[in-house]
């Protein structure tokens, strides 16, 4: 085995990377299924792939990259069919309807896309920062804060104190300022 | 927990309240007392404005994880 294969921890990847690919995927298709999906084929993608991992770049870097294409292959195929439909549609080039033909028939839906995109970006930092964390500390943090599980729920699954769940939230909290520093704060 | 910056007692009790009340969970006195002591202690002050700041941070973020059970299911998936 190549020194870059050993590099990679396949059978970790679920509990080092899943959160951030789900977290990085849902905030693009806002489809909690299909994220899920999404992540297990990137996973599965890099598993098949591992003879190719050269380790030029991180493990997480690479995984992201695949599942960047995935969900870029996901829009590809889905827009592939509207494409379709455009084609068989006439478009009526009248005085009265001026105006970029594709632009107009692009859906808006989404406003807000330019604050999605920051908000994206920093879920992707923050999530950056937990990663650094001690395991406990981040556990307590993302069952806090994220699935905002009751005290006494995470007290029970990481068979830990009520005391020592404050504790790791208060060391994460301030790990996390420090770490996310001036760009965000 | 060890207090390796020499912390006061007082503000490593002021410290808990400020985490507990970033999510409503401190009592009347624990809120109290936050108050008070915060009026004269630039520390907590700092570390009172730095825990909202977080908070902010992740509300807007809207941050999503899996839970345990599907992690679970991920790795059946993975055959791990």
Redo the contacts between chains.
């Keep these: 085995m190549t020194a870059a294969k050993t590099n990679l921890r396949p059978e970790l990847w679920v509990d080092k990377y899943s959160d951030y690919l789900f977290n990085y995927t849902i905030s693009r298709v806002n489809d909690r299924d299909l994220a899920k999906d999404l992540v297990a084929e990137t996973f599965l993608a890099g598993l098949k792939s591992i003879d190719k991992f050269k380790g030029d770049a991180t493990e997480k870097t690479w995984l992201v990259a695949i599942l960047k294409h995935k969900i870029i292959d996901f829009y590809r195929k889905k827009n592939s069919k509207k494409g379709k439909a455009e084609v068989r549609m006439n478009y009526v080039n009248s005085d009265d309807q001026q105006g970029d033909w594709l632009e107009e028939r692009v859906q808006n839906d989404d406003p807000n896309a330019d604050q999605n995109l920051e908000n994206s970006e920093l879920g992707s930092a923050i999530y950056d920062c937990i990663e650094l964390l001690n395991p406990q500390h981040a556990a307590v943090f993302k069952m806090k804060n994220i699935l905002e599980y009751d005290n006494e729920v995470i007290c029970n699954e990481l068979g830990i104190s009520t005391s020592n769940l404050w504790v790791s939230i208060h060391r994460a909290k301030k790990q996390l300022a420090d770490c996310l520093g001036s760009n965000w704060f | ?1 060890k207090n390796e910056e020499n912390i006061p007692k007082s503000c490593l009790k002021v ?2 309240y400020i ?2 009340d970033q ?1 409503n ?1 401190t009592s009347f006195w624990e809120s109290l007392h936050l108050q008070l002591h915060i009026i004269n202690c630039q520390r907590c002050k700092q570390y009172n404005k ?2 909202q ?2 908070t902010n ?2 509300n ?9 059970k ?2 679970e ?3 059946n ?2 055959k ?1």
């Design positions: 927990m410290g808990h985490d507990k999510y969970e730095m825990s700041k977080l941070l992740l807007k973020t809207k941050l999503n994880a899996l839970q345990k599907e992690k299911e991920l790795k998936r993975l791990f």
